[in-house]
C-alpha cells in the first residue's frame, strides 16, 4: 500500500495563530481526506481535499477555519487558523487510490495554550 | 449522511477467546466497510473490509459479517492474544462517495 508522510508530527502553538499541517503520499491518489480525532474520540471528517477544484467540508467545519489545498495528486495541506484550545487535537489525513486500500498519515498531535 | 452505531464501547476478554464488535450503519446505499485497529499513539491501521455483494469475510483470525437487510456489519476475532488489544474502528463508505463514517470505537482488553 502507499506511505502517507504527514508532517509535522506534533505543535505547540499560541491561541490566535495558525498552523498548515502537510501530507504528502508516496504515489498518485485520487481523493485525499483531512480527520480530527479527539483524545480518546473516533474520527470525524473534517472535508474532502479535491485535486484542482475547492475542498467538500463536512457540516460543522469551514473553509475560513479550515482551508485545504491539493495542488497536485500527491500532496494536500490543511491550515487550522485562528486556533483556540478547543482546536488541541490529533489531526489526521487519509488518501484513497486505484490500487490500494484507504490509508491514513501519522497524524499531527495539535496543541494550543 | 451516514450514522454509523458501534457496540461495545470497552470488551475484555481472556487470551484464546473470541471477540465480537457490532456496527449498524443507516444509509443503505453504503457499500463499502472496512475496519481500523488503532493502537495507543499511533495512526488507524485497516485489518479487513467488506463490500456490500459479499456475505462474509475471513482473514486468518479475523472474519467480518455483513448483513444488509438490516444493516450490520460486525468483526470476529477468534483465539485472541494480548496484541490485539487496541481500539477498534468500523467504518461505512456510501455509493459513489469515497469518505468514510466512523463508528465511535471499541477499546478491547485481551488479557493474558
Known amino acids: 500500500s502507499a506511505v502517507i508522510s504527514q508532517k509535522p508530527s506534533r505543535d505547540i502553538c499560541q491561541r490566535g495563530t495558525s498552523l498548515t499541517i502537510q501530507c504528502q503520499v508516496d504515489s498518485q491518489v485520487t481523493m485525499m481526506f483531512w480527520y480530527r480525532q479527539q483524545p480518546g474520540q473516533s474520527l470525524t471528517l473534517i472535508a474532502t481535499?479535491?485535486?484542482?477544484?475547492?475542498?467538500?467540508?463536512e457540516s460543522g467545519f469551514v473553509i475560513d477555519k479550515f482551508p485545504i489545498s491539493r495542488p497536485n495528486l500527491t500532496f494536500s495541506t490543511l491550515t487550522v487558523s485562528n486556533m483556540s484550545p478547543e482546536d488541541s487535537s490529533i489531526y489526521l489525513c487519509?488518501?484513497?487510490?486505484?490500487?490500494?486500500?484507504?490509508?491514513f498519515g501519522s497524524g499531527t498531535r495539535l496543541t494550543v495554550v | 449522511g451516514e450514522n454509523v452505531e458501534q457496540h461495545p464501547s470497552t470488551l475484555s476478554v481472556q487470551e484464546g477467546d473470541s471477540a465480537v464488535i457490532k456496527c449498524t450503519y443507516s444509509?443503505?446505499?453504503?457499500?463499502?466497510f472496512p475496519w481500523y485497529k488503532q493502537e495507543l499513539g499511533k495512526r488507524p491501521q485497516l485489518i479487513i473490509d467488506i463490500r456490500s455483494n459479499v456475505g462474509e469475510k475471513k482473514d486468518q483470525r479475523i472474519a467480518v459479517t455483513l448483513n444488509k437487510t438490516a444493516k450490520h456489519f460486525s468483526l470476529h476475532i477468534t483465539e485472541t492474544q494480548p496484541e490485539d488489544s487496541a481500539v477498534y474502528f468500523c467504518a461505512a463508505n456510501p455509493y459513489n462517495f469515497n469518505k468514510f463514517y466512523f463508528g465511535s470505537g471499541t477499546k478491547l482488553n485481551v488479557k493474558p
Open positions: 444509509d443503505s446505499a453504503s457499500n463499502y
Open positions: 487519509s488518501a484513497e487510490g486505484p490500487n490500494y486500500g484507504y490509508t
Open positions: 481535499a479535491n485535486q484542482g477544484s475547492e475542498a467538500t467540508y
